[in-house]
């Protein structure tokens, strides 16, 4: 039988402003970014499903594009 709450979700202290990207997902993907590059960083993290760690990536590189 499947579990089901009523509880809200909500989001922790590590989260990353407030988007739902926590702080250890955000780390990851800047390591990964700096070690590989974006696009093989995402690459790696969508095959693996590291969810959180695709959306800092994401997030990172339209960072990174608004720069240039």
């Given at each position: 039988m499947r579990s089901?709450?009523?509880?809200?979700?909500h989001k922790t202290p590590?989260?990353?402003?407030g988007s739902?990207?926590?702080?250890q997902s955000r780390l990851?993907?800047?390591k990964l970014s700096n070690h590989m590059g974006i696009e093989n960083a995402l690459q790696i993290s969508a095959r693996n499903q590291w969810?959180?760690?695709?959306?800092a990536l994401k997030?990172?590189?339209?960072a990174r594009l608004g720069r240039d």
């Open positions: 089901t709450s009523n509880s809200p979700s590590t989260d990353f402003e739902g990207i926590s702080e990851l993907a800047q969810h959180g760690v695709v959306a997030k990172l590189k339209l």
